[in-house]
């Protein structure tokens, strides 16, 4: 799987957008690229993830550029409970042989919003 | 909306003890279930994944051993703890059928100390 650089930490004042970049130079065409948090002392949390389009859920929108080798993941209204590690990671979109291919989670950027 | 679960939240236990930590996962069958570990400052390891009851695969050789007794259950367990076993134990599922590049979704974790 390519490999993804994000900055290692960030803040935002509570109620703006949280931006938080991820590059992944590397990327292949088959694969998609996940987002993922991890609040302190919690399992990972799942946010969103895409291939070419942007995406938008409840939680998060996912802009990938026209390259797709960086993205941004925002949070448009942040709260305090968004205070969290945010993982980038691409993977090879799904098959079935060969397998189970684990999740690999790098350094992140740690978010912290600001009261 | 699937839900999973793990028991125990946190656990203190003697080296050379056994350990038993159990995960359930509701609202889905046949789910492929996933066992990590993640050590303090470390990234995740995968320990062990499965696609069906009784169908257990080791990623790592090690202390542990993992079991399905049901379909929506899964099982680490130790005959005796060692102290490199500690660490945040977090078991996760995804939709049956592929096992790379699917979307996966964690449980609470458990904390393990072995002293």
């Known amino acids: 799987d390519a490999k993804t650089t994000q900055p290692p930490s960030m803040d935002c004042a509570e109620g703006r957008a949280a931006n938080l970049p991820c590059n992944h130079s590397?990327?292949?065409?088959?694969?998609?690229v996940y987002w993922y948090r991890q609040i302190h002392s919690q399992g990972p949390q799942y946010i969103i993830h895409?291939?070419?389009n942007n995406e938008t859920n409840e939680m998060a929108s996912l802009i990938i550029t026209e390259d797709r080798k960086s993205s941004t993941l925002i949070l448009p209204h942040a709260t305090l409970r968004d205070t969290a590690v945010y993982y980038c990671i691409v993977r090879v979109a799904g098959y079935s042989g060969g397998g189970a291919d684990g999740l690999t989670f790098g350094k992140g950027t740690h978010l912290i919003i600001q009261p | 909306s699937q839900t999973i679960h793990q028991w125990p939240a946190t656990l203190v236990q003697p080296v050379g003890s056994p350990l038993s930590l159990e995960c359930t996962v509701e609202g889905t069958s046949n789910p492929n279930l996933y066992w990590y570990r993640q050590a303090a400052g470390r990234g995740l390891q995968l320990l062990f994944y499965s696609v069906g009851i009784g169908q257990i695969s080791s990623e790592v050789p090690q202390n542990l051993s993992a079991s399905r007794p049901q379909d929506r259950q899964f099982i680490l367990s130790s005959k005796k703890l060692l102290l490199s076993d500690s660490g945040f134990y977090l078991c996760?599922?995804?939709?049956?059928?592929?096992?790379?590049?699917?979307?996966?979704?964690f449980g609470p974790g458990t904390r393990l100390l072995v002293l």
């Open positions: 895409g291939l070419k």
């Open positions: 996760a599922w995804s939709p049956p059928g592929l096992l790379r590049g699917e979307t996966q979704y």
């Open positions: 590397t990327i292949s065409g088959n694969e998609y």
